[in-house]
């Protein structure tokens, strides 16, 4: 009970603002203040919810199927190299303006190359994923291990903590807030790339349900694939600030 009170209390302000759009959408609907074709009642959006709602979990579930080996692969990689990096000042001035180089290319960009050289079509929506979002974390990555306190290395030396067990027991721990940050970050943006890959190189997800009905004019359709894929993304959002201060709990006061 109390934790329900604390949530109310933190986010009843926000609930307002939404409950606040969804009746402003109704009065200018119901008023046929904007365009009907585009903007349908929300009579016609609730039926085409009831009539899809398999279809759109379908959609929920394949979009999972793509992003979670992305983001997986992107964390690997971007933690391998940025640990590597962030350890060793040589090998950072040598690898960081070539990073930093393919960094500011837009994953868009090379879609075309990608979509003709790619043997699937998901092979290139995971690369596409992944190439979009590697660079938050791994910059992260990088500058949280650059940035330890010293005294956390020094406490390491004096209980003889090397190799392996200094990596896991200390490094990155300290380096954790940072990677953390950087990686809910990339995580905001791998959605971005997903809706585009599957708007543009799959035959199924969120993305391309709101495609498909766009393209066809059924606008109903459209709204409900894109009000049901904001909900999912604010969900996954949150759980993961949730786990992030979970795991962050200690450097809370």
């Not at 969900?235 to 993961?240: C, D, E, K, L, S």
């Amino acid at each position: 009970m109390r934790r329900i009170k604390v949530f109310v209390k933190k986010y009843w302000v926000t609930f307002c603002i939404f409950l606040g759009l969804v009746l402003l959408y109704v009065y200018l609907t119901s008023n046929k203040l904007v365009n009907p074709y585009l903007f349908p009642s929300t009579d016609k959006i609730q039926k085409a919810f009831i009539q899809n709602r398999h279809m759109m979990f379908g959609n929920m579930l394949a979009s999972f199927k793509l992003l979670i080996p992305s983001v997986l692969i992107s964390l690997g990689a971007a933690l391998l190299l940025g640990t590597v990096m962030g350890m060793n000042e040589r090998i950072r001035e040598i690898l960081h303006p070539v990073i930093y180089a393919f960094s500011v290319i837009p994953s868009i960009l090379l879609s075309p190359f990608v979509l003709l050289l790619a043997p699937s079509l998901f092979t290139a929506s995971v690369f596409l994923i992944v190439y979009n979002i590697v660079w938050a974390t791994l910059f992260a990555t990088i500058t949280g291990i650059m940035t330890i306190d010293k005294r956390y290395l020094d406490k390491a030396a004096t209980l003889e903590l090397k190799g392996m067990k200094r990596l896991v027991k200390v490094i990155l721990p300290a380096a954790s807030p940072s990677i953390l940050a950087g990686f809910v970050n990339s995580l905001r943006s791998s959605f971005v790339m997903l809706v585009y890959a599957e708007m543009y190189g799959a035959g199924e997800g969120m993305g391309f349900f709101v495609k498909k009905y766009a393209e066809l004019g059924i606008f109903e359709n459209t709204w409900v694939g894109f009000v049901f894929m904001v909900i999912i993304l604010v969900i996954v959002m949150q759980a993961f600030e949730m786990l992030k201060k979970y795991l962050l709990k200690w450097t809370i006061e």
